[in-house]
């Protein structure tokens, strides 16, 4: 189930992430200033996000046997659409909007997994679920060479593809846990009971800091480098991948040592990485060496940062309620991730330098290990006495 869980979500990932990596050709195939293409790449971003949080408290109610397979299928739909009809800025912009749909599929597989596992394993087991954020890395590594190699519309159809057979699959293989706690209600009174909650906004903010913070270099980076560093697309899609690969490859680490030891002090480290890494990159130190250290420093801590987040949410939510929460949680996160694109376009248009996006991500990345540190630290001391 963990296994199928995990596909599910790379897939809709990959799909999710399919206009990033093609920003700079979209900027000039239709014209684009900075500020219309991050909101092309951004749009998809903020849509999955806000839309996780009805998927995550549907999923309570109905179970990912039912969700996934339904969400997949729909997000065929838009992929379809944005590799052979959308050729204008408006109608990329609607089709990423749908586009979106992919991006809520976090919240349907986190109380999936989190329902067959016990406490103490669910750290590790989450961090391994959230390794199918690896998808946007296929994307960066497969969207721009295949559409040289084979044409602009392949990769479109190939992600189709795959969500179709997976969709079918999904519907025959999945099951939800024998005996799962269900919530009753409504959708809205239980959201709303979700929203009422302190540790859903306390979980929200963390996350929007560092699965945000992962999810804005990864749309964000291709642009980033061809601006800042004169690489080709080709290039620059590369190394956003080793960027995503390194992060993804860190969440269940930091699931890991979230069981081992505790997600707070996890969380302190990360963010204090991120900090000093974003203050170094505010004076665009040459990419080699100094610059890739720099990058790959942070996508380790964002990546180990995000798992610990969710180690914290297994021990904080009571099982009925982890769907709900995790929808608001992962809608954070992704409009923790909605937000940087924007800023550095219009940081970068108004200015010409990124170096105050730098400055504002390091001064967020404190405050969170401040908060980590203090607050978090006495809320989970609370609920752990009980």
């Given at each position: 189930m963990?296994?199928?869980?995990?596909?599910g979500f790379?897939l809709?990932?990959?799909?999710?992430?399919?206009?990033a990596?093609?920003g700079?050709?979209l900027?000039?195939?239709?014209?684009?200033?900075?500020?219309?293409?991050?909101?092309v790449?951004?749009?998809?971003v903020i849509?999955?996000?806000?839309g996780r949080i009805?998927?995550g408290?549907?999923?309570d109610?109905w179970?990912?046997?039912?969700?996934?397979?339904?969400?997949?299928?729909?997000?065929?739909?838009?992929?379809?659409?944005l590799?052979?009809?959308?050729?204008s800025?408006?109608e990329?912009l609607?089709?990423?909007?749908?586009?979106?749909?992919?991006?809520?599929?976090?919240a349907i597989?986190?109380?999936?997994?989190?329902?067959?596992?016990p406490?103490?394993?669910r750290?590790?087991a989450?961090?391994i679920?959230?390794v199918g954020?690896g998808g946007?890395?296929?994307?960066?590594?497969?969207?721009v060479?295949?559409?040289?190699a084979?044409?602009?519309?392949?990769?479109?159809?190939?992600?189709?593809a795959?969500?179709?057979?997976?969709?079918?699959?999904?519907?025959?293989?999945?099951?939800?846990?024998?005996?799962r706690?269900?919530?009753t209600?409504?959708?809205?009174?239980?959201?709303?009971?979700?929203?009422?909650?302190?540790i859903t906004?306390?979980?929200?903010?963390?996350y929007?800091?560092?699965?945000?913070?992962?999810?804005?270099f990864?749309v964000?980076l291709p642009?980033?480098?061809t601006t800042?560093?004169d690489l080709g697309?080709s290039d620059?899609?590369?190394?956003?991948a080793?960027?995503?690969?390194?992060?993804?490859?860190?969440?269940?680490v930091?699931?890991?040592?979230?069981?081992?030891?505790?997600?707070v002090p996890v969380?302190v480290?990360?963010y204090?990485?991120?900090?000093?890494?974003?203050l170094?990159?505010?004076?665009?130190?040459?990419?080699i060496?100094l610059?890739?250290v720099?990058?790959?420093?942070?996508a380790?801590a964002?990546?180990?940062g995000?798992?610990?987040?969710?180690?914290?949410?297994?021990r904080?939510?009571?099982?009925?309620?982890?769907?709900a929460?995790?929808?608001?949680?992962g809608?954070?996160?992704?409009l923790?991730?909605?937000?940087?694109p924007?800023?550095?376009?219009?940081?970068?248009?108004?200015t010409?330098?990124?170096a105050?996006g730098?400055?504002?991500l390091?001064?967020?990345?404190?405050g969170?290990g401040v908060?980590?540190?203090?607050?978090?630290?006495?809320?989970a001391?609370a609920a752990?006495?009980?």
């Amino acid at each position: 189930m963990l296994a199928l869980a995990t596909i599910g979500f790379t897939l809709c990932f990959w799909a999710w992430a399919l206009l990033a990596p093609l920003g700079p050709a979209l900027r000039d195939e239709l014209d684009l200033s900075s500020f219309e293409q991050s909101l092309v790449v951004a749009v998809p971003v903020i849509v999955g996000s806000l839309g996780r949080i009805p998927v995550g408290a549907l999923t309570d109610r109905w179970g990912a046997r039912r969700m996934f397979p339904v969400v997949a299928a729909l997000t065929v739909l838009p992929v379809l659409y944005l590799g052979h009809l959308a050729d204008s800025f408006a109608e990329v912009l609607a089709g990423g909007f749908f586009l979106g749909l992919g991006g809520t599929t976090f919240a349907i597989g986190v109380p999936f997994v989190n329902a067959w596992y016990p406490p103490e394993r669910r750290g590790l087991a989450l961090g391994i679920f959230g390794v199918g954020t690896g998808g946007t890395a296929l994307s960066s590594f497969t969207t721009v060479q295949l559409a040289d190699a084979v044409g602009r519309s392949f990769p479109f159809d190939l992600v189709a593809a795959a969500l179709a057979v997976y969709a079918l699959a999904a519907r025959m293989l999945l099951q939800d846990k024998p005996g799962r706690a269900v919530t009753t209600g409504s959708m809205l009174a239980r959201t709303a009971a979700t929203l009422r909650l302190p540790i859903t906004w306390l979980l929200a903010f963390l996350y929007a800091m560092s699965f945000g913070g992962f999810v804005a270099f990864s749309v964000y980076l291709p642009t980033y480098l061809t601006t800042a560093y004169d690489l080709g697309r080709s290039d620059a899609a590369l190394r956003t991948a080793g960027f995503v690969v390194l992060a993804v490859a860190m969440r269940p680490v930091g699931g890991w040592l979230s069981d081992r030891a505790h997600p707070v002090p996890v969380l302190v480290v990360t963010y204090t990485v991120v900090c000093a890494c974003a203050l170094v990159a505010m004076f665009e130190a040459p990419l080699i060496p100094l610059g890739t250290v720099v990058f790959l420093g942070m996508a380790a801590a964002l990546g180990a940062g995000s798992g610990a987040v969710f180690a914290l949410v297994a021990r904080l939510v009571t099982p009925e309620r982890v769907g709900a929460v995790t929808g608001v949680v992962g809608a954070a996160g992704g409009l923790g991730g909605f937000f940087p694109p924007l800023v550095m376009g219009l940081v970068k248009s108004i200015t010409d330098d990124y170096a105050w996006g730098f400055a504002l991500l390091a001064a967020t990345a404190a405050g969170a290990g401040v908060f980590s540190a203090t607050v978090v630290r006495r809320r989970a001391r609370a609920a752990e006495r009980k």
